[in-house]
Structure formats: structure tokens, C-alpha cells
């Protein structure tokens, strides 16, 4: 089946380390996503990638950082200049426009 | 900032039919309506969208204004797995790398 895979779906890390979260996806979808959400609140865009080897900041790109050197994969580095890191971050994906899919999160705690 | 104003939360008994308003009084010309619902700790599901006209697939129905300042989604018989976090939003198909999350409807579901 297509679809769109975080992994994992939980991660804990020390404070000081980065992270990353993986983002896969076999739909072959031009443009990926990652978004992070914090206990009742809505979605927050991080960074965007509209095309292989390039890609936006969102409105909180602060501290993190990725990478787009395949159409399949956009992982997510979650660096220590990261203030508050803990939340649920979510990948989706997109193809020419259509509505986004999503993965199912990873839900990072760093203590 | 969110383009859409929504109910914090709503409740529908089960077999009867769940109508989410949204208020989109800014919306533009090319911005199309969307609607996401999310249950707790997955990703956002697409629902259905729509420009000016009213759409109805086999999840939902979305009526829209004609002025397209608000519209409504309609659950026709919503069931206890309805229950989830509803969120509309607005934007330009040309831009949807900027799609925004508002807080959304926490609509739960009852017998």
C-alpha cells in the first residue's frame, strides 16, 4: 500500500543530543512536509520541500534542519538549539497541489 | 496566523448529523476550503474540499456561502469513530506549501 512512514512513532532523547525522525513516503509525491503539534494546539509548518535537494522554512524552522537528497525521504533533525523540543511531529506529503497526506507522527520526548 | 475561526468543541448524538461551521471571512479568490479531521495521536485525515460549490463524497458534505465567507461540514450519521478533532482551512492551491492549522472542532460523538 502507499503511504507515508515516521519512524519511530515514539523517540526519547537526552537534552543536549540531537534527533532525527525519519519520513519515507512511496507515493511519489513531489512535496513533503513536516509540521509539529503541542498538547491542543493546532499544526505548526517547520520546514517544506516542494522538489528533491531543496526546500523552505516553515514558521518555526528554529532549530531544526533537514534534507530532501531523494524524492522518497525527508528526515527531520531536531538539533539542542532547539528550546522546547518535546511535541508530536507529523510528515505529510503532496502532488501537484492535492490535499495533503499525513504519517501517523512521532512523538518525540526529550528529558 | 490561522485564516479560520472554529468552535473549540461540539457534540452529536450518534446517528445524528454533526454540522461543523467555520468562518473564513478573509478568504481570496483562489483559496480553496479543506477539511481535516485528526483522532487522537495520528495524523490529520482529509476529508474533503471544496472552491465555490458544494461537494459531498462518501465521508461528508461540505456546503459553502455563496459569498464563501463561512461553510459547514455535515457528517450525515455520525458514529461513535467520528470522534476527533476537525480542522478547516483555507489556501491557494498555488501556495499550499503554507498551509496553516488553526486549533480545529473537537467534535465528540455520543450515544
Known amino acids: 500500500d502507499g503511504g507515508i512512514t515516521q519512524s519511530p512513532k515514539y523517540l526519547f532523547r537526552k537534552e543536549g543530543q540531537n534527533v532525527t525522525l525519519s519520513c519515507e513516503q512511496n507515493?511519489?509525491?513531489?512535496?513533503m512536509y513536516w509540521y509539529r503539534q503541542d498538547p491542543g494546539q493546532g499544526l505548526r509548518l517547520i520546514y517544506y520541500?516542494?522538489?528533491?535537494?531543496?526546500?523552505q522554512k516553515g514558521d518555526i524552522a528554529e532549530g531544526y534542519s533537514v534534507s530532501r537528497e531523494k524524492k522518497e525521504s525527508f528526515p527531520l533533525t531536531v538539533t539542542s538549539a532547539q528550546k522546547n523540543p518535546t511535541a508530536f511531529y507529523l510528515c505529510?506529503?503532496?502532488?501537484?497541489?492535492?490535499?495533503?497526506?499525513f504519517g501517523n507522527g512521532t512523538r518525540l520526548t526529550v528529558t | 496566523d490561522a485564516k479560520t475561526t472554529q468552535p473549540t468543541s461540539m457534540d452529536c448524538a450518534e446517528g445524528r448529523a454533526a454540522n461543523l461551521p467555520c468562518n473564513h471571512s478573509?478568504?481570496?479568490?483562489?483559496?480553496?476550503v479543506y477539511w481535516y479531521r485528526q483522532i487522537h495521536s495520528q495524523g490529520p485525515q482529509y476529508i474533503i474540499h471544496?472552491?465555490?460549490n458544494n461537494e459531498t463524497n462518501e465521508m461528508a458534505s461540505l456546503i459553502i456561502t455563496e459569498d464563501r465567507k463561512s461553510s459547514t461540514l455535515i457528517l450525515p450519521h455520525a458514529t461513535l469513530r467520528d470522534t476527533a478533532v476537525y480542522y478547516c482551512?483555507?489556501?491557494?492551491?498555488?501556495?499550499?506549501?503554507?498551509?496553516?492549522f488553526g486549533t480545529g472542532t473537537r467534535l465528540q460523538v455520543t450515544l
Open positions: 471544496g472552491l465555490k
Open positions: 478573509t478568504i481570496s479568490g483562489n483559496e480553496y
Open positions: 482551512i483555507v489556501f491557494d492551491s498555488g501556495t499550499a506549501s503554507k498551509l496553516t
Open positions: 507515493l511519489n509525491h513531489d512535496a
Open positions: 520541500s516542494q522538489i528533491v535537494n531543496d526546500f
Open positions: 505529510a506529503s503532496s502532488w501537484n497541489n492535492s490535499p495533503l497526506h
